[in-house]
């Protein structure tokens, strides 16, 4: 990929360092883009090169730079090699640049980047990605969001790399909260208000039942009842359970669809509270299982009474635990999917908790247990909507589309929409999306919503704004300059920034297949944006000669698909018109 310039680069460098062109394509990298001046398309590291050397004094690298452009030649596809402080660079004959990327584009389409020589090589893989996983009965609140944008993202990219993906959304749908659900429902439900509004209800029965219990031990020891009886398996308590959790996943499923979110599977905790009690027998059978003087079972994981590695996997009563259902959770989807990689999207403050249920795996002789990854993020402040303390996603979501309408109301191109309330939720969901993948997953952030719907800057209201724009070009020029392309057309600096900068969307989409971070996809297509938008206004279509609008427009398609294939790994639909 990179329209075969690394590779071509590679094989000339081959013959002069005596290494195979395989062992060459990761250290040229595309340079990126400055503004100060025109750069070179490709460098290659001097220092990557040396690295796997065997040789112990290690050269003067600025040497080993001249030394070794000193013995390469220009070609019909380099035109200028150059060095750098510690690289060798080289720079594309400018008309094939042009021709080789914008035909690379349109052919690949959605695939373009995706073809890569990075790639090539990547066997396709059996991947599971859990993520989401609300708790049933609570109203999905924002802390849900991250968890469920985040592992979107990572099985778009997975898919769209050819792996086997499964979306798993392992819903919190049993545990000690059921027994105080239970119980509050008991005691403060009502039927009607249960049809009408289900998941607020019963989250206003679980706040009440929550501070009943904390001024009466009587509810304590009633909801633990209660969950005993689940566990039991107890028709009437299990009764009610199904009924919290049947109308938990339709309110759930009906937000997803809104976010453009689906699964292939929702499982949940509750699955495996009779395989949790085959997971404490196995424990048992190879001697790892310990008894309290509470009576709880316990598994010291540093084998020497280090409180810290210390996990329990069964209540006093024999009731399970998460740590065990989890367990149990991970063999059976070993056994039903035979995965490659397992990956869990969760919060950070559950990095102990996963650190423990992998190690648990190995030392009960599951060897796989090495395939599985956890994603932590951060903590996402300041997201409060008008509704106060707890904020519902739902709220979020209507609050993001009312503003956006309202900002799009000023616009005289709005009134022409189709849809104008399906375009704002769409651009609403970007600026959410680009606001939070902006920084490294694991850092928190502060909410804002006055950055989350600046117009200009970088934001996903920008990227849509970017794709409609030139989605419009198209539109208006598209039927008259479509035709052929004269290469030699598109020489100004503007142009040639575009085209080395589509040049490396591969390198991005490789180093986010590498840490899973979306940072890397949201900064190529914001800079993308900005040299598109600074295009737009230099680069004029109408009144030019036919040869060089029909050029900028095919430069212009290359990069609204560029863009739109960015944003849907992202989970963003972009939109033709706002």
């Known amino acids: 990929m990179a329209c075969g310039f690394r590779r071509s680069i590679a094989s000339q460098l081959s013959r002069v360092l005596d290494l195979p062109p395989e062992n060459l394509i990761k250290s040229i990298s595309a340079v990126p883009i400055s503004r100060k001046e025109e750069v ?16 112990p004094v290690r050269p003067d690298i600025q040497v080993q730079a001249k030394k070794l452009a000193e013995k390469l030649k220009c070609d019909t596809v380099v035109s200028e090699i150059s060095t750098g402080p510690g690289t060798v660079n080289f720079k594309i004959n400018r008309e094939l640049l042009t021709k080789a990327v914008l035909h690379q584009v349109i052919e690949d389409g959605s695939k373009y980047g995706l073809k890569s020589e990075l790639f090539s090589g990547l066997p396709p893989r059996k991947v599971v990605v859990e993520f989401s996983s609300p708790n049933v009965a609570k109203k999905f609140h924002v802390g849900h969001l991250r968890s469920t944008i985040i592992g979107n993202f990572i099985a778009n990219l997975k898919e769209a790399l050819g792996h086997q993906v499964t979306r798993i959304n392992y819903l919190g749908d049993w545990g000690m909260q059921f027994g105080l659900l239970g119980t509050g429902f008991q005691l403060f439900g009502y039927e009607e208000k249960l049809q009408s509004n289900p998941l607020q209800h019963l989250f206003e029965v679980y706040v009440q039942v929550n501070k009943e219990a904390a001024d009466n031990k009587n509810i304590a020891k009633l909801a633990h009842e209660f969950f005993q009886r689940l566990e039991l398996g107890d028709i009437q308590a299990l009764s009610l359970w199904q009924r919290f959790r049947d109308l938990s996943i339709e309110e759930y499923i009906r937000i997803y669809q809104r976010l453009g979110i689906y699964f292939d599977e929702y499982s949940g ?24 003087i509470k009576g709880t079972a316990i598994v010291d994981l540093s084998g020497n009474g280090d409180s810290s590695s210390i996990c329990t996997v069964m209540r006093s009563d024999g009731t399970s635990l998460y740590a065990t259902r989890d ?52 903590v996402v402040q300041g997201m409060k909507t008008r509704r106060g303390d707890v904020t519902f996603l739902e709220d979020v979501l209507n609050e993001i589309r009312l503003r956006m309408l309202q900002n799009m109301a000023s616009i005289k191109t709005t009134k022409e929409l189709e849809n104008p309330q399906e375009t704002a939720e769409r651009v609403g969901l970007a600026a959410l999306i680009i606001q939070d993948f902006r920084g490294l997953l694991l850092s928190d952030y502060q909410f804002s919503w006055d950055r989350v719907f600046q117009s200009r800057g970088d934001t996903g209201v920008f990227l849509q704004y970017t794709h409609a724009r030139l989605h419009s070009l198209e539109e208006t020029f598209g039927s008259g300059y479509l035709n052929d392309l004269n290469t030699a057309c598109l020489q100004e600096p503007q142009s040639v920034s575009i085209l080395q900068h589509l040049l490396r969307f591969d390198e991005v989409l490789f180093k986010s297949s590498q840490d899973l971070q979306p940072r890397h996809i949201v900064s190529y297509l914001l800079t993308l944006s900005h040299l598109a938008a600074v295009a737009h206004k230099t680069l004029q279509i109408k009144d030019s000669p036919p040869d060089v609008a029909g050029a900028r427009l095919h430069l212009f398609k290359a990069v609204r698909s560029v863009l739109a294939n960015g944003m849907k790994l992202l989970g963003i639909i972009p939109v033709c018109r706002m």
Not at 269 to 290: A, N, T, W
Not at 335 to 342: A, E, G, I, S
């Open 269 to 292: 905790e509750s699955f495996y509270r009779e395989k949790s009690q085959e997971v404490l027998k196995l424990l048992e059978s190879k001697g790892l299982l310990q008894k309290t």
């Open 40 to 55: 070179a398309d490709f460098q290659l590291s001097v220092d990557s090169l040396l690295e796997n050397s065997n040789d």
């Open 327 to 378: 367990i149990a959770a991970a063999i059976d989807r070993m056994d039903k999917y035979n995965f490659d990689t397992m990956i869990y999207v969760t919060d950070k403050g559950q990095k102990k908790h996963f650190q423990q249920v992998f190690q648990m795996l190995k030392i009960m002789g599951y060897d796989w247990a090495e395939r599985c990854q956890h994603v932590p993020f951060g």
